[in-house]
C-alpha cells in the first residue's frame, strides 16, 4: 500500500524525561516501515539532549512545543503534515490549527490527568484519534459525564492500546547478544529511564548503577545497566558488568526480552516489560509513576521497591517462586503491543 502522506510529530520535550519522544520515534519508525514514502518531521525542544540526535528532519524550539503556540503554529502552516501527531503535547490553539490546514490530529496521553485534558469539549471536537498509551487495566474507566459529552461530539472513548513498542527480533536480539558477550536468560536488566531523574537530589541513574554493581558482586549474576540520554556525567568504565550510555528502543526490547528478570522505572519500560513477559522489580522515579506502579503491584504483574528497599526487593525478585508467580499473571494480563493498534486505526483514516 503506497500511500504518500506526511506526519509531524509534536511530543513533550524536555531535559528530564524522554518517554514521550522515544514513543513518537518508535511510532514514526512503525510508519516509515508500513508507508516507506511518507515524510516524517519532528518539533523538539533544542535543550533535550536528544534534539540534535533526531534520525528525523526536526525543528528546534526554544522550549517545549506545549509553550511555543506560535512557533508550533508556523510549523504546522508551513509543513501542512496530513497527520499532527500531539504525544501528551499542545494547546487547543494548535490543535485548530492542525484542523484548519486539513490535517488529521492524534492526542496521545499516558495517564488518567493527560486523558481528561484530551476529553476537554474544545479539544475533543479538535482530536480525531485519542490513544491511551497504557494497559486498560491500568486507568479507570471514563466518568459518566466525559462519556455523554463525547457522545454529544460523536467522539469515540479514548483508545486504550497498551505500551508502544517495537517489536522484538530474533536475528537482532542474537546480534546484541553477540556483541555484548551475553546469554539469553542469564543476565538482569537495568534502566531508571531517561537519565534525568533525580530521587532526593541524587541520579536515579546512579542508585540503580550501584545496585546493579552490588548484585554482581553479591551473586555473580550478569547485570546490563542503561544509564540514559539525559544521564548528565561520563559513563564509568566497568570491566565487572555492562554499563550503557543508551540505546535505540529496538535493541533495549531486544536485551529486555532475553533477560532474566528487569529492574525498572515505572514509566514505559515497565508496561513493556509486562508486555513481553519479563518478571521486573519497579522503583518510582518521577511523580506520575508511583499510582502507574501501585497499579500493577495490586494485580501481582510487579514487584515494587522504593530506592532505599532496592537491595531487598531484587532479592526478593529473584527468588524462583516469585519469577513463576509473575510470569503466570502476566500471561494471564493480555496486555499488548500498542504499535499495531495505532498503525491500523491510522489506516482507517487514510481509507475513510
Keep these: 500500500m503506497k500511500v504518500k502522506k506526511k506526519f509531524l510529530f509534536i511530543p513533550v520535550s524536555s531535559t528530564k524525561g524522554i518517554g514521550e519522544y ?35 528532519p526536526a525543528d528546534l524550539l526554544k522550549d517545549t512545543p506545549t509553550k511555543q503556540v506560535k512557533a508550533v503554529n508556523d510549523i504546522l502552516e508551513k509543513y501542512r503534515p496530513n497527520f499532527a501527531i500531539f504525544d501528551a503535547s499542545g494547546r487547543q490553539s494548535q490543535l485548530k490549527k492542525a484542523k484548519q490546514i486539513g490535517a488529521h490530529v492524534v492526542f496521545i496521553s499516558q495517564h488518567e490527568k493527560k ?31 466525559n462519556q455523554l459529552k ?25 546480534q546484541i547478544l553477540t556483541r555484548l558477550q551475553l546469554k539469553q536468560n542469564e543476565f538482569v536488566l537495568f534502566s531508571s529511564g531517561s537519565g534525568g531523574h533525580r530521587i532526593e537530589q541524587q541520579l536515579a541513574a546512579d542508585i540503580f548503577y550501584l545496585q546493579a554493581k552490588e548484585l554482581f558482586h553479591n ?38 526480552v532475553a533477560s532474566k528478570a528487569a529492574v ?7 508496561l513493556q516489560s509486562i508486555s513481553l513477559g519479563i518478571p521486573t522489580l519497579a522503583c518510582p522515579v518521577s511523580k506520575d509513576q508511583p499510582a502507574r506502579i501501585e497499579v500493577c503491584k495490586k494485580l501481582d504483574l510487579i514487584v515494587s521497591a522504593n530506592a532505599q528497599e532496592l537491595a531487598n526487593g531484587i532479592k526478593y525478585l529473584l527468588q524462583e517462586n516469585t ?11 493480555s496486555s499488548t503491543n500498542g504499535i499495531h493498534i495505532f498503525i491500523k486505526q491510522i489506516t482507517n483514516l487514510m481509507t475513510n
Design 219 to 256: 551473586t555473580g549474576i550478569k547485570t546490563v545497566i542503561v544509564m540514559g540520554p539525559n544521564y548528565p556525567k561520563a559513563i564509568a568504565h566497568n570491566d565487572e558488568f555492562i554499563c550503557l550510555p543508551s540505546i535505540d528502543n529496538s535493541d533495549f526490547i531486544n536485551l529486555l
Design 150 to 174: 463525547l457522545k454529544l461530539l460523536g467522539k469515540s472513548e479514548p483508545e486504550c492500546i497498551g505500551a508502544v513498542y517495537t517489536p522484538p527480533n530474533q536475528q537482532k536480539q542474537q
Design 264 to 270: 525498572l522505572s515505572g514509566g514505559d519500560a515497565l
Design 22 to 56: 522515544m514513543r513518537s520515534l518508535i511510532i514514526a519508525d512503525e510508519i516509515k516501515k508500513t508507508w516507506p514514502d511518507s515524510e516524517i518531521r519532528f518539533v523538539l525542544n533544542r535543550q533535550a539532549n536528544y534534539a540534535d540526535k533526531c534520525p528525523y
Design 115 to 145: 486523558r481528561r485534558r484530551g476529553m476537554k469539549w474544545g479539544r475533543a471536537k479538535l482530536t480525531d484519534l485519542h490513544f491511551v498509551v497504557q494497559p486498560w487495566f491500568v486507568m479507570p474507566e471514563v466518568g459518566r459525564i
Design 323 to 333: 519469577m513463576e508467580a509473575l510470569a503466570t499473571k502476566m500471561k494471564q494480563s
